[in-house]
């Protein structure tokens, strides 16, 4: 045995010290191909000491900085500071926006960072929080807040299974998903992007979610750290905002009683990366809090992979950049979404360790924590992606499984006689604002970080979904205004389909989330030429309809369906029954 193990290894072994010779002969360091890091069958703990053994301050500090793509201006500065992780924000594509430049982008930066002394691979995260929503083509699969509705952690598994294979075949491997925010106040502008309100709800999804991505290769991350749904309205430190990048006022109790568990859950699920939300407790931003990030977080629920910061999250901690960001490494930040400047963080770092503000030990944890989730994620020992996986990219197999997450979100409101409607009726009028539009389907984060209003995404609209089920006899009469002429036979049916247009983060919060006077206006008209209306409301939470839905037939709670608005029709014409139920309170 040892034989054919000798026999096998001679020639690879020659080989490669040729190859690593000639590859290396340009470097001070040559770091030897049968490296202990460099082997997939010694356990991860093995690898990480080995690795972090071989590097250098400058390497380690490298690994701490998460930057925005668009700051590396010259792709060598992956290699020469050691950049461990970069990241696409809301909208941060490729110039021109398809699967196939995506996969070549991060394939380039990838390139860079092989390029390095040691070719320790970069973590490439974006927010594919619906899919994977950024990329022209993607499956768009509702939000949050509509998978809360379905409560079927199954389908939710199966979502984040496909939203990885969505994402590894553009090379990416990291995934700033899911939320696990358990919202109270939905003015919140990011409602949508939570399960519920229910604590036991969101972890059960999330671990699904999370189980399905894992299953693929690509990390998740928990975010954000911690009671982030329960922030204060009018507390915002955001001029622009209201509740998002506020303050939570609850006490220690509730907070462990409702927001702590999702985070506990999702360890326990093997979740490698937790986002400190941009959120302030006790007058203290919870990047720079001791006690929730190390005491609470590592030492008490035992997490072992890393702490990553939030956009600019820590410079949020002092207006002093150097304090902030000592501050937060300090008290338990591993990685900082910096998100541009890593030069001068890079020479921040640099200056704290050697004044010892930060210890070699804090820098050493941190970079074994990021190591430590690379080497589990399988970064170290994956092959490159080849284009042919680009083809899984809003497949019809997805589209099939985003079209069931759709039908089994919807909720219904109200009914009185109306439902489900007949395909063979001879006249159905639809109309509204959400109609025929992908963009207010899908909600923001898509495309861009606040969404794209109009048909900009391949997919299904609601009135497509419409037509598709209804019988060849069937008239359907369509405005998006809802100005239709005057006529002396109501139709059998209207159908308006209504809502909210695309926001995302605090630009959606709202004292008052209701219908515009416009989508009243439409309903009303509508209403004058039916025999019967059916209200189908698309918007990422509960708007107050209360003045007007006792005049109303049915109302249908359709939250951001995403790209299949079929998945609408199967329930309004009767193919499935509703099986949705609110993922929060809606006031009625
Ligand atoms: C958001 C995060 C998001 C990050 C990267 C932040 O502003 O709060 O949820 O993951 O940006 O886009
Ligand atoms: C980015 C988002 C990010 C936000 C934070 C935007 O420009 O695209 O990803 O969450 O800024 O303010």
Redesign the pocket.
Same mark, same amino acid.
Do not use: A, P, R
């Given at each position: 045995m040892n034989i054919i193990l000798l026999r096998r290894g001679i020639l690879p072994v020659a080989f490669i010290i040729v190859i690593t010779g000639l590859f290396f002969s340009m470097r001070h360091i040559a770091i030897p191909f049968h490296a202990l890091y460099r082997d997939a069958s010694l356990t991860i703990d093995v690898r990480v000491e080995d690795l972090l053994s071989r590097m250098t301050t400058n390497e380690k500090i490298g690994q701490l900085a998460l930057v925005e793509k668009n700051s590396i201006t010259d792709t060598s500065d992956i290699s020469s500071y050691g950049i461990g992780a970069l990241l696409s #924000? +809301? +909208? #941060?594509n490729p110039i021109q926006n398809t699967p196939k430049t995506w996969l070549a982008m991060v394939n380039d930066f990838q390139h860079a960072a092989q390029n390095s002394r040691l070719s320790i691979p970069l973590l490439y995260g974006v927010?594919a929080i619906h899919g994977h929503s950024n990329v022209l083509g993607a499956t768009i699969f509702p939000h949050a807040l509509g998978l809360g509705a379905t409560k079927d952690t199954d389908l939710v598994r199966r979502i984040g299974e496909i939203t990885a294979q969505e994402i590894s075949a553009t090379g990416v491997n990291w995934n700033f998903s899911p939320t696990v925010d358990v919202v109270d106040d939905t003015r919140w502008g990011r409602t949508y992007e939570t399960f519920s309100s229910n604590p036991i709800i969101v972890s059960e999804l999330s671990v699904a979610y999370l189980t399905g991505l894992q299953s693929e290769f690509v990390m998740g991350t928990a975010k954000h750290y911690l009671g982030t749904g329960a922030m204060a309205w009018g507390s915002s430190t955001n001029p622009d905002f209201k509740i998002d990048q506020g303050a939570t006022l609850l006490d220690e109790t509730t907070m462990r009683a409702t927001h702590l568990p999702p985070f506990a859950a999702a360890i326990d699920a093997g979740v490698n990366s937790i986002m400190v939300g941009h959120i302030s407790w006790n007058g203290v931003e919870l990047s720079a809090n001791h006690y929730l990030l190390t005491d609470v977080l590592k030492n008490e629920l035992g997490f072992d992979g890393f702490v990553v910061s939030d956009?600019?999250g820590v410079d949020e901690i002092s207006s002093d950049k150097y304090l902030a960001m000592v501050t937060a490494i300090n008290a338990g930040v591993d990685m900082i979404m910096l998100p541009f400047d890593y030069k001068t963080f890079t020479t921040h770092m640099k200056r704290a360790l050697d004044s010892g503000a930060i210890s070699r030990e804090r820098l050493d944890d941190a970079t074994r924590r990021i190591l430590r989730a690379k080497f589990s994620t399988g970064l170290f020992d994956t092959e490159p992606v080849e284009d042919e996986e680009l083809l899984t990219i809003g497949s019809p197999k997805h589209r099939t499984v985003a079209r069931e997450a759709v039908r089994k979100s919807m909720v219904l409101l109200k009914d009185v006689n109306t439902l489900p409607l007949n395909k063979n009726f001879s006249h159905i009028v639809v109309a509204g604002s959400s109609a025929n539009n992908l963009g207010r389907q899908s909600g923001g984060w898509t495309i861009e970080?606040q969404g794209v209003d109009g048909n900009w995404i391949p997919g299904t609209t609601i009135l497509d979904g419409i037509k598709n089920a209804v019988s060849e006899n069937t008239k359907i009469e369509y405005s998006d205004t809802g100005f239709f002429s005057a006529r002396n036979e109501r139709a059998d049916i209207g159908i308006v389909i209504v809502g909210e247009a695309p926001y995302a983060?605090g630009a959606g919060d709202n004292e008052h989330p209701e219908l515009s006077t416009e989508d009243l206006q439409i309903i009303k008209n509508v209403k004058a030429i039916s025999k019967k209306t059916v209200i189908i409301i698309v918007s990422g939470r509960p708007l107050d309809i209360r003045p007007y839905v006792d005049s109303w037939d049915a109302v249908i709670a359709a939250w951001l369906p995403g790209s299949e608005g079929n998945g609408i029709a199967d329930v309004l014409f009767g193919d499935y029954l509703f099986t949705g139920t609110l993922p929060v309170n809606w006031p009625l």
């Open positions: #924000g +809301g +909208g #941060g927010d956009w600019n970080w983060e």
